[in-house]
């Protein structure tokens, strides 16, 4: 039985993380300071991952999932306290890479700070950096936008719950601006293979190959939701966070190195009927934004 640990676990992609290690049959520990609900059938490790002091020097992992690290200090905090490991792999993010660069983003773009997302995304450039230089043969996973079920981010929520309450959705100017995805399962089958295959490669950007409209991915929404949606469009005048859960933002991820791994993916219609039904009996769990009461407040209806 292999020995796993789990940075965080309790909400989005670490619970799902260490609820899926569970379900394979891996004895699933989670680093966390035990403040929320944790998944069933997993080992507490009660620590702050900034100090976790002595907790994890006595432990040796088959693997570390480090899902929840931001910064440099937080990844050197866990390689230092750990007692030993033999794989590592680390969630990072496609803020790394500017949004001035040559897209689609390889692996290899230079990386360096976006505007949209400022010290998260120069945080995650300090943390791979840091990861390659203590732990060279670790692997470094750069997804777009994530979903599926446990999603706390009130992303295809917010779409779910406007479809739920029939309202007229606000679409940003005409809806063409494009979306890329990974579904939360395919991320945990794509680190199945890297830890099977080992491959000489140790970083990956890791997405779905086609981007979606906003437009169209608000209309599948709807569709898995049973709504016809009804748009309205919003002038690009008006701040588009204040209303969508997106930023203005368009970039897209070459995934070629992913696909040589692992070519098929969840397609998106289905992983959303997955999300819905998470969403239909967790609507509590997740962080809810302003959306609505904006839109109410200050769009109309033509």
Same mark, same amino acid.
């Given at each position: 039985m292999k020995k796993v640990l789990v940075t965080g676990g309790t909400v989005f992609v670490s619970r799902y993380v260490a609820e899926y290690y569970v379900k394979k049959g891996y004895q699933v520990y989670v680093l966390n300071r035990n403040r929320h609900i944790q998944p069933r059938g997993v080992t507490v490790i009660e620590a702050d991952r900034n100090s976790p002091g002595d907790r994890l020097r006595n432990y040796h992992f088959d693997v570390i999932f480090d899902i929840t690290a931001r910064?440099?200090?937080?990844?050197?905090?866990?390689? =230092?306290?750990?007692?030993?490991?033999?794989?590592?792999? $680390?969630?990072? #993010?496609?803020?790394?890479?500017?949004? /001035?660069?040559? &897209?689609?983003? =390889?692996?290899?773009?230079?990386?360096?700070?976006?505007? $949209?997302?400022? #010290?998260?995304?120069?945080?995650?450039? /300090?943390?791979? &950096?840091?990861?390659v230089a203590e732990s060279p043969d670790a692997y470094i996973l750069r997804p777009p936008y994530l979903y599926g079920p446990m999603n706390n981010v009130y992303q295809e929520a917010f779409v779910f719950e406007c479809a739920l309450e029939n309202r007229v959705f606000f679409l940003p100017q005409n809806g063409q601006m494009k979306l890329q995805f990974f579904y939360i399962d395919d991320l945990c089958r794509f680190m199945d293979i890297i830890l099977k295959k080992?491959?000489?490669?140790?970083?990956?950007?890791?997405?779905?190959?086609?981007?979606?409209s906003v437009r169209d991915w608000v209309t599948a929404c709807y569709e898995t939701a049973g709504t016809a949606v009804r748009f309205a469009a919003v002038d690009s005048s008006i701040e588009q966070r204040n209303?969508?859960?997106?930023?203005?933002?368009?970039?897209?991820?070459?995934?070629?190195?992913?696909?040589?791994?692992?070519?098929?993916?969840?397609?998106?219609?289905?992983?959303?009927?997955?999300?819905?039904?998470?969403?239909?009996?967790?609507?509590?769990?997740?962080?809810?934004?302003?959306?609505?009461?904006?839109?109410?407040?200050?769009?109309?209806?033509?």
């Open positions: 910064t440099a200090g937080e990844v050197e905090a866990l390689l =230092h306290a750990v007692g030993s490991y033999d794989d590592y792999i $680390f969630i990072s #993010s496609s803020a790394v890479y500017p949004e /001035h660069g040559m &897209q689609p983003f =390889h692996e290899n773009t230079p990386l360096g700070e976006n505007k $949209f997302w400022g #010290s998260y995304g120069t945080d995650k450039i /300090h943390a791979e &950096q840091l990861l080992k491959p000489d490669c140790h970083i990956y950007n890791v997405g779905n190959r086609e981007s979606i209303y969508f859960s997106f930023y203005d933002y368009e970039y897209s991820l070459d995934i070629s190195r992913r696909e040589l791994l692992m070519p098929e993916t969840r397609p998106l219609t289905e992983g959303l009927k997955e999300a819905f039904a998470w969403y239909q009996s967790n609507a509590g769990a997740v962080d809810k934004r302003e959306y609505i009461k904006y839109i109410d407040e200050n769009l109309a209806v033509s």
